[in-house]
């Protein structure tokens, strides 16, 4: 019998995150301040634990992870990685495909890897709260099920579109005990004056970031926690890639083509970050990340420096960016609707050491729905675009003939997402290109730096 599931013990979990800035050809882009001067770790002090500035700035290799980390990882990790057979089968493809899933763990995403780490970071530096941002509501759920987990009161902001769309992921985060409010909301100075501007403003995931943010700050008992695109974030996830290196040993196999969705970058980050080692030992491997065409930031953002919230209270970073007062069109794949993207991928992807592409509303859809009748699982609308870019390779094989190995991150499960697919299903999704005019009248909006 050809094998579906190839599973790690739990003793397998790594025993530590790998860091990429170690194998990258040139040191990472400094964040800047408002001065235009690279920050210092002080500048991050208000809002996040010593310890994880630490990991934002570290340069060695390989960084521990504590054992009570990895004694709640046991909950989930290992996730299994999958043989595609019966996709494979279904597109009568040569190509081999395999999937990593992320979805089992309890929040149904690879978010709570990273939520995890920094709520035991947090707790281990005396702090209370955590003030944090949602948008399609994954990464509340991760907080708020970490901060239940080491005794944190978790208060989340969430998009007001997704607050009103997904009503049990908020219901899922109070389950975990977790505090929610819809964003813009009363409860900050950014969220009061954009309710003044327009009192029916759906908000974003930049002004969520920026409520939470001046929350942080304006307590001492509180702290801040993202849930992408910083570099300690990328670290953390990297248990995803460090586990299927040992699952495709097993298999006695190896990709030729990894992809992840990607929208601030975490979960290509990583699975495709120790991948990126061997590459930079002389592997042949192609790293990929899918993002939407209504949301291009890697295809056809500019590489600057910019903000990472609306209110331009973050520093600086040198990113891929559709301008920090981007309002992304209200696609259904609520995790990959940000206006810039992780610092360590954007620099990667610049030097052309990992490849980008963009595919459009309806056909990540399509293939959702064509995954879930092969494989079984209900892909999150997010991880259905690294799906359709993996098929899409697949046909090619078909076409040439050739037996690729190809390797995709499924980040999480659809379960909350069954609205989207109900839009599916009756057509009322379309696909939305973004407009090369907004995209020029960001670059009016860019900092000006240096
Ligand atoms: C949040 C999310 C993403 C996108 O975020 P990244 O930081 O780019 O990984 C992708 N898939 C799922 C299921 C998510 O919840």
Redesign the pocket.
Known sequence: MQKTKILLDESEIPTHWYNVVADMPNPPAPPLGPDGKPIGPDALAAIFPTSLIEQEMATQRWIPIPEKVREIYQLWRPTPLFRAHRLEAALGTPAKIYYKFEGISPAG???ANTAVAQAYYNAEAGIKRIATETG?G??GSSMALAGQMFGIDVRVYMVKVSYHQKPYRRSMMQTWGAEVFASPSEQTKVGRAALAENPDNPGSLGLAISEAVEDAASRADTNYAL??VLNHVLLHQTVIGLEAQKQFAIAGDYPDMIFA????????GGVAFPFFADKAAGKNVRLVAVEPTSCPTLTRGHYAYDYGDTAMLTPMTLMYTLGHDFMPPSIHAG??RYHGDSALVSQLYHEKLLEAVAVPQLATFEAGVRFARAEGIIP?P??SHAIAACIDEALRCKASGEAKTLFINL??HGHFDMSAYDSYFSGKLEDCIYPEEAIQAALAHLPKVG
Not at 261 to 268: A, D, K, T
Request: charge should be neutral.
């Open positions: 995403s690879h978010k399609a994954q990464w849930g992408s969705p990607c929208g601030g970058g975490s979960n290509f995790g990959l999150a997010e991880a980040s999480g």
